[in-house]
């Protein structure tokens, strides 16, 4: 019996280190997977994001007759210009530009 319940244990020890070894290659898997996605789709995103800033000054410049100040990091940036592009806030950029309140 004693012969019986070291084995078991072995046996369990064996498959706690082979676990712990398949979490490490899974994890560097991922770290691999992203590396390869941020290589390969990394510059088109980055033209994707300039071309919907630089839509966004011309849009305001066209809804207000000036270019908008870029806004400031208390602002949100960058951020914040997605996020009014996308609706989240409605015109927002538009609006504060032309004077008027947020919805």
């Known amino acids: 019996k004693q012969w019986?319940?070291?084995r078991v244990r072995k046996?369990?020890?064996e498959r706690?280190?082979?676990q712990a070894q398949h979490e490490r290659e899974y994890q560097d898997a991922?770290?691999?997977i992203k590396e390869k996605i941020r290589e390969a789709e990394g510059p088109d995103i980055k033209e994707n994001m300039q071309d919907q800033i630089?839509?966004?000054f011309i849009e305001t410049r066209d809804?207000?007759?000036k270019f908008p100040d870029y806004p400031s990091d208390d602002e949100g940036g960058s951020a914040a210009i997605f996020k009014t592009k996308n609706g989240?806030?409605?015109a927002e950029?538009?609006?504060a530009e032309g004077g008027k309140e947020e919805k």
């Open 54 to 56: 630089r839509q966004w």
């Open 93 to 95: 950029g538009a609006e």
């Open 30 to 32: 991922l770290v691999n």
């Open 11 to 13: 046996r369990e020890e």
């Open 63 to 65: 809804a207000t007759g």
């Open 88 to 90: 989240e806030e409605g």
């Open 16 to 18: 706690v280190l082979i």
């Open 4 to 6: 019986y319940q070291r």
